[in-house]
Structures are given as C-alpha cells and as structure tokens.
C-alpha cells in the first residue's frame, strides 16, 4: 500500500508541475517563502494585536508552536523521505536554498494550518482570509518543487489537530456573555450624573485613560473621572461616598477591590476593561468604554455572586478565582511570559520551574486532614471539567467550584507535571472535583499564601469559602 501511495504521490507532483500559470509563479514562491521560521504567521500574529484581536493572536501562534515542534522533531526523524528531484520544475519556481531536511511532513503546511485553524477557533470571520493565506503557503511547498503532494497533506492534518490539542489543554471561552439575573433596580443615568470613574493609572496605559476621558466628556459629560496611582481602595472609598454608581477602570485585580467598596456602600458597579488581565469584564461582553456608557445610560445591568474567604462575615472577595498551593505561583510565572511565548507554552514554561521546587500544602477541607498540591476554587460553576477552568455560564448561581490535587499519591509531583503540560490532569488519580455550596479550609501550617483573581497575598489560617450574602449589581448592555 505505501508502495502505491507513493507512486501515486510521485504523478501527483508531476502533474502539478505540468500547470503552466504565470500568476502562480509570480505569488507562490515569494509566498511559500515568507513563511520561513514562522516569519509570515508572526507579521500576521502582530496585526492581530494591534487590531484588537490578542487571543486570536496567541492561540494561532501557541497551535503553530506545538506543530512545528512535532512536525520538525519526531515525525520528520521517523519518516525520513527524501525530497523531490526539481526534473520538470521549471527554474521561476524553485527557490534559492533548497531545504535538506526529511520530506514528510511538510512543517511549513504543518506550521500554516496550526495557526489559522488556532486563528479560526478565536475568530470565526477571519477563517476565510487567514485560511487562504495558510492554503498559498501549503501549495507553494509542492509548486516550488521541495514536497510532494502527500506531505503537504499530512503537514495540514498535522497542524489541525494540533490546534485542536493547544484548545483542550486551553479551551475556547464561548462568543456569548456569561449569564446573570436582571437587575431591574439599577439606576440609569442618561448623562452619566451620579457615576464616579475611577481609574487605575498603574494598571493601564495615561493614553487609553486619556481616550476613555474624552469619550465620557461626549457620552456621559455630568460624570465625573477621577485618576489614582497610589492606594486605589483609599480612592475608590472617596469615591464611594459621593457616588450613585461607582465605576473602576483596570484589571481583574482592581476589579476585585472595587467589588468590595461597591458591596459595603451597597452601589451598583460598572468595570471598563483597562488592565493587564480584564478576564471579569470579558466574560460580561464589555470590551470598551462605550458598552459600558450604553450600559449605564439604559441602567442595563445584571445580579451576580461574589465568592468569599472570609472565615467570619463577608469579605476576602474573588470575582473569578481563588486558589492556594503552587496555582498561584503557577499563574504568576505563567503570566511573565505568556505576551511572548503564548499561554500554552508559558504554561508549559511555568509548569517545569514552579514544580520542581515546590511545596505541597497541609490543611483541613471540611474536617479532613489533606496535603495538596493545590486548591482552586470558581466563583461559580466553571466549564470545561478537568484542571483547565476558562469560562461559567452563569454569574449567579451562588456556588464553590472546587478542584484539588492530592499531594500523597506515588510520583505525585510527577503525575501533575505531566497531566497539566497534557491537559489530562482532569483524568488523574491526583484530581479531584466538586461543585459545592461552602467548604471550610484549615491550615495545619500557619498562614497561607492565596491568589484571589490574579492576586496573590497571605491570607488567614482559617478560611471559608462561599457565595457572599448579598450579591452585587454589575451594568452591562
């Protein structure tokens, strides 16, 4: 059968060199050649970027990172097919250095289809484009005479699914806002009279604070901006006491601070996306400034449940997550390097160095002694199942999504390393999961260190870990 597979390989080549098109000629071999080292999907990666499209961005770039590395490394080694001869390929179309590697698979193929389909996967309308874009790079590998027909197409299969791989490991959060009760109570301030901005200076950039000031002046001109560098929970209180509506422009960490100035003053919230992290407001479908002002002039908004640690009362609020063990060192270490390498490979970056250092924990959950790896814990019920949890459905369903990693199986620490880097940590022995009302943490060591939507900080010995009693009223449009 390969015998045949490959005769019939060598006629498609030849007949594919048999088309006479001027055009092709022209556009396939400069084409197939920008690719080189991943140059032509890193130019398109930066204008995705800059257009607004980051995710997109990172995703093709993190598919087309792990194709490369299995198309060049292993597959190419155990193939070992020689390339074409360049006999019948006209000289317009062969290209100056002619590689010398293993025929099978194409990595260029295999590099193109990784990273539109990884493109597709975030951003549906440019699947057309971008996949055209992969389609000439593919085909100039045959016209310019360095594969066979077959290689390419083994390189495409290749690349595909290893975006679908690059998406379990790091699931595709829905196009859809997450879910909440209506709040048919919050206030609408057609002017924006009432509403106190405040904005993170250190969480974003003086210019997109600059852009947001404008377009309040023209949108909501009676509300009122105030800046804050320093001791943002001293400005967001200030605010707080003359506001009808407190507004917070920054990251998910500075989101969380505001949640709790707005619960104790009982206002109601409206976030504009503006730090390093904006995983909250995302997930709310605010993307700008202008939703928000739509949000606000309609006093559209939504009820949701704020997590809470507090051993007593409310308080040590998380909006998203908590966790304590190595998943808040995990996170941060993930975080340094993700803007350059893409999530999965800063993930997988992050994964060697923390674990190999690091300490299990030792605490009492509900009465029982355990010693873990970690501790997550969701705002809610977050999808998918397994140790990747990327999206909720709902904002409102009062619950804990708890995710532990047991620490005293054999070769443990191993087992997590290799079932994260993999993404199949959600079928180990070491994992479990459960969906919950309220759990009662205990540390059998002192105090613990804690990472509350992206903020890591020593919390109590004693924690309590549930739905606050009051829920808090977010706009959105």
């Known amino acids: 059968m390969l015998t045949r597979l490959g005769a019939l390989d060598r006629r498609a080549f030849r007949a594919a060199h048999r088309l006479d098109s001027s055009t092709l000629d022209t556009v396939l071999p400069p084409l197939t050649s920008s690719a080189d080292r991943g140059g032509l999907w890193l130019a398109v990666a930066a204008a995705l970027a800059l257009t607004g499209r980051r995710r997109a961005a990172v995703r093709g770039l993190a598919s087309l990172g792990v194709a490369s590395a299995v198309a060049n490394g292993p597959v190419k080694l155990a193939a070992r097919r020689s390339r074409p001869g360049l006999e019948g390929v006209p000289l317009l179309r062969q290209l100056t250095l002619q590689p010398q590697t293993s025929s099978f698979p194409s990595g260029h193929s295999a590099s193109a289809a990784a990273f539109a389909v990884g493109v597709a996967l975030e951003e549906p309308a440019l699947a057309v484009p971008v996949g055209a874009l992969a389609a000439g790079v593919a085909w100039g590998r045959v016209h310019t005479g360095v594969h066979y027909p077959g290689d390419v197409a083994a390189g495409l299969a290749l690349g595909a699914a290893s975006a679908l791989a690059v998406k379990r490991v790091w699931p595709r959060r829905p196009a859809r806002p997450t879910a909440g009760q209506v709040a048919v109570d919050a206030p609408a301030l057609p002017d924006g009279a009432g509403l106190v901005l405040v904005a993170n200076e250190g969480g974003g950039s003086a210019d997109l604070i600059d852009a947001v000031e404008k377009a309040m002046s023209e949108l909501l001109p009676r509300a009122e901006l105030v800046r804050a560098s320093d001791e943002i929970e001293d400005a967001l209180r200030s605010a707080a006491s003359r506001a009808t509506v407190l507004g917070l422009m920054g990251g998910d960490g500075t989101v969380n601070c505001a949640a709790g100035v707005a619960l104790e003053h009982g206002l109601p919230l409206a976030v504009v996306p503006g730090g390093t992290l904006n995983h909250f407001a995302g997930e709310l479908g ?92 969701g705002n809610g019920r977050y999808h998918p199942s397994g140790f990747a949890p990327s999206w909720r459905e709902r904002m409102d369903d009062g619950c804990v999504d708890i995710r532990l990693v047991d620490a005293t199986s054999p070769w443990s620490r191993t087992r997590m390393t290799l079932a994260l880097l993999t993404g199949r940590l959600g079928r180990s022995r070491v994992y479990e999961e459960r969906v919950v009302g309220r759990l009662q943490v205990t540390s059998n060591q002192g105090d613990l260190r804690i990472a509350r939507d992206g903020e890591v900080s020593v919390g109590p010995s004693a924690l309590h870990l549930r739905a606050a009693r009051v829920p808090l009223v977010v706009y959105r449009p």
């Open 286 to 377: 605010l993307e700008s400034f202008e939703d928000v002002a739509r949000a606000v002039k309609e006093g559209s908004a939504v009820r949701i449940s704020v997590g809470s640690a507090e051993p007593e009362g409310d308080g040590l609020w998380f909006l998203n997550t908590f966790a304590l063990g190595v998943y808040p060192d995990l996170v941060r270490e993930r975080e340094r390097h993700e803007d350059r390498l893409g999530k999965w490979p800063a993930m997988a970056l992050a994964t060697a160095r923390v674990m190999r250092k690091a300490q299990a924990v030792k605490v009492c959950v509900d009465g029982e002694d355990r010693v873990l790896w970690t501790l997550f814990a």
